[in-house]
Each structure stands twice: as C-alpha cells, then as structure tokens.
C-alpha cells in the first residue's frame, strides 16, 4: 500500500507539472507561433498554420499531454481510494473524481486532434476544410469538457478538503475557483461572442488546479 500511495503520489506532483509545459509548447499557444485573434475565425486560421508548421512539436505536445493527463488521474483515483479505504472518503469526492476521468477523456481527445492537424497540412482547399472541421470539434471539446472540469475540480477539491488530505484553505480556494471557471464556461457556451475570454479564465484556472494537485501529491508523499 505505501508503494501505490507513493507512486501516486509522485504522479500527482510530476503529471501537472509537464502538462503545463507540453500544453504552453504546443504550437499556437504560450511560446511557440502564440495566437492572438480578435475572433475565432481569425484564431482557427493562426492556430492551424501554427499547428501545421510546427509538426514535430505539435505531435510531441499531443503525445506528453495525455500521458501527463493519465498519470494525473491515476494519482487522484490512488488518494481518493485510499481515503475510501479508510473510511474518510465522500460520495462527493467520487463524483468529483469520475467527472475528471470523464474530462481528461475529453482532453485526450481533443489532443488527439492536433495529430492530424498537423498532418493535413494546408496545401490545398479540401485540406484546409478538412483542419477547419477538426478544430471546430477540438472548440466543441473544449466547451463541453470545460463545463466537466469546473464541476470535477469543485467535487473533488471538497471531498479532499473534508478527509484533510490536502490544506483545508487551499482546497476551498480551489473549489471557488472552479465555481468559476464553471460559470465562464457556461457564459462562454451560451455567448458565443464571450467565448475566447471566458475559455482564457478557465486556462488561468488550470494553473490554480495544477499548482493544488501538485500540493496534494507533496502531502500525500509525506504522509506515505
């Protein structure tokens, strides 16, 4: 048992941490060709000339991402069952942690979509549709499985907090963060025109996420 809490525990302290390096490499984003549109018209063309031009990258990116998603959610389901085990776990905390394996799906999935942006390519009318599609899927995945983050983080951050597996302070913050970046995203999904905005306050609030889980996987390692 100490050996699945540790290697749990290591997983939720590395697995945030190279998601959020693989996700601000990822071309198009942070670092690499960043885009910045006014529109999401305009943000379809740059990012899927980013994408295209920066192959190796994009398939890197779309490889570690998730990887680092499953190592992450393997690390959560390793403290949450062993809360359970023990008799400090909640329904809540459950709930929290089967809407996150619901939402890293999706965002396995929506990486998975960079693959074959980067491989179509624009060097044709029907390859360019063929982009503009996948990524009108990859805005939908991202809409959808917002709303599933917001709610899994908010779950489970409280379940975590009431079996005082992680700082009580800390995990509160981060169900009030999660509150919104629940409600950006249903303002995002309901005001097409807020979108971008909204889906950028979500971004910022996965940092809040990370930096949390990386401060469980540290507690849990301490007390493994």
């Known amino acids: 048992?100490?050996?699945k809490m540790k290697c749990g525990a290591i997983a939720l302290i590395a697995a945030p941490v190279f998601s959020l390096i693989f996700f601000g490499l990822e071309p198009g984003g942070l670092v690499i060709d960043n885009v910045d549109a006014d529109n999401?018209?305009?943000e379809m063309r740059l990012k899927i000339e980013a994408l295209s031009s920066n192959v190796f990258m994009t398939h890197l990116?779309?490889?570690v991402v998730p990887l680092s998603l499953a190592f992450g959610l393997f690390g959560m389901w390793v403290v949450e069952n062993d809360a359970r085990g023990r008799g400090e776990g909640s329904a809540i905390w459950s709930a929290g942690l089967v809407l996150l394996a619901?939402?890293?799906t999706g965002w396995v999935i929506s990486q998975s979509l960079n693959h074959q942006i980067a491989n179509t390519g624009l060097d044709s009318g029907p390859s360019q549709a063929t982009a503009n599609a996948l990524y009108a899927v990859d805005v939908s995945i991202t809409q959808l499985f917002g709303v599933f983050a917001g709610l899994g983080f908010l779950f489970y951050s409280l379940g975590a907090a009431a079996a005082?597996?992680?700082n009580k302070w800390a995990s509160w913050i981060v169900a009030a963060f999660s509150v919104v970046s629940l409600a950006a995203m249903l303002v995002g999904t309901f005001e097409p025109e807020l979108f971008q905005p909204m889906r950028?306050?979500?971004w910022a609030i996965y940092i809040v996420w990370s930096a949390w889980l990386v401060?469980?996987?540290v507690r849990?390692?301490?007390?493994g």
């Open 215 to 217: 401060h469980l996987g």
């Open 1 to 3: 048992m100490k050996a």
């Open 164 to 166: 005082e597996r992680a």
């Open 61 to 63: 990116s779309a490889f």
């Open 220 to 223: 849990t390692f301490r007390s």
């Open 102 to 104: 619901i939402t890293f």
């Open 40 to 42: 999401l018209a305009d």
């Open 200 to 202: 950028n306050i979500v």
